[in-house]
């Protein structure tokens, strides 16, 4: 294994550790956005979707026969995808209110 130098001109260390640290913050902020972005595409259980739009299984059972809101069977479970969700609801809210 060979050793590999860096050699850091032009700066003196609190500027290369602020540089560092400015650096790493970035990159957290940074993934934390694509977190909560990645939240929305969450699967959901059915239970955990019908307690989010505080409706019965038999209501979200409904609608999912609708084609209201999308689902996605995995095995024998139905699962939704919470951005589809609330982008179901959304454009059935907006068809109402014309």
Known sequence: M?????QIENTNA???????LKSVKDCLMS???????SDD?????RQETSK???IS???LWDWTNKDIIPAYRIGNKV??????VLEAL?????????
């Open 41 to 45: 595409a969450k699967l959901l259980s």
């Open 52 to 54: 989010m739009l505080s």
């Open 79 to 84: 699962f939704y995808k919470k951005n589809e």
């Open 90 to 98: 959304q454009k059935r809210n907006n068809f109402k209110n014309q």
């Open 31 to 37: 993934f934390a956005k694509e977190m909560q972005n």
């Open 2 to 6: 060979s050793k590999q130098i860096l």
């Open 57 to 59: 299984l038999v209501t």
């Open 14 to 20: 609190v500027d290369f550790k602020n540089d560092i």
